[in-house]
């Protein structure tokens, strides 16, 4: 066989094996929201055409709450077993929970059914939670449509702590508060590495501008190498 038809050959076949490429994640986000990480072949992350993203397996639309998350599971149930499932999301946000939730699934199917390839695909609006469930996908893997707005914020809390008592005893619900606080801070920065992971953006950025509420043109989440394309 030529060089020229080896070549041909291999390039028939990695088009036959493509699938989610996943491999156990970074340890570094061990706690919270884990992106999936490339291994194997480069084939794996191969770059999608328009053509691929005709009919998604999985369409999720409106607040992230538990109500998608029923939806989201009848549909991951109902996708294919092998090759490409295309999970479509549009929303203003929701429960940063729900959307990790989603993202352990996918992260857990993608480890189990190697014959899977999880691609995110975000439309129109990517807000808050939804920029946490695009995180879980390895950036090779998150492709956004033309003037889709992403946004990245912290998360916020809206508590009222009341106390009544002997002071010794206003100790334990202040201090179950700030623990409650730096957990979340924690959760949080996990996710945030595993969204910038490989890309042109730092953790620092991220913090500073997602206080006062990140806003990203689909263009320009590429050209910062977070996700990989526009369609």
């Known amino acids: 066989m030529d060089i020229e038809s080896r070549a041909t050959t291999k390039l028939e076949n990695s088009d036959a094996r493509i699938g989610h490429g996943a491999e156990a994640p ?6 919270g929201s884990q992106a999936i990480e490339p291994s194997g072949t480069t084939d ?13 397996a999985i369409l999720l639309a409106g607040t992230v709450d538990y109500e998608m998350y029923a939806s989201f599971r009848e549909q991951l149930d109902a996708a294919p077993h092998k090759g490409l499932v295309v999970v479509e999301l549009s929303t203003l946000g929701g429960d940063p929970e729900v959307a990790r939730m989603m993202g352990e699934d996918v992260r857990f199917h993608s480890e189990m059914d190697s014959g899977r390839r ?17 995180a879980f996908f390895a ?3 998150r492709y956004l449509t033309r003037g889709t707005r992403v946004m990245i914020h912290e998360r916020k809390l809206c508590k009222t702590l009341q106390l009544d008592g002997p002071l010794t005893s206003c100790v334990a619900p202040v201090q179950a ?12 920065n996990e996710g945030f590495e595993n969204l910038v992971r490989g890309s042109k953006v730092t ?29």
């Not at 508060?177 to 924690?186: K, M, R, Y």
Request: proline share 1%; glycine share 4%.
């Open 26 to 31: 970074d340890t570094d986000g061990a706690l």
């Open 44 to 56: 794996q992350f191969t770059l999608l055409q328009s053509m691929s993203f005709r009919a998604p």
């Open 118 to 134: 999880f691609v995110f695909l975000g439309k129109a609006a990517i807000y808050s939670a939804g920029t946490t469930f695009m």
């Open 139 to 141: 950036r090779q893997n």
């Open 177 to 188: 508060l700030i623990n409650e606080i730096h957990s979340s801070i924690e959760i949080q």
């Open 203 to 231: 953790l620092d950025r991220v913090l500073e501008r997602a206080s006062s509420n990140w806003y990203l043109e689909a263009e320009e989440a590429r050209a910062l190498g977070l996700i990989e394309a526009v369609i």
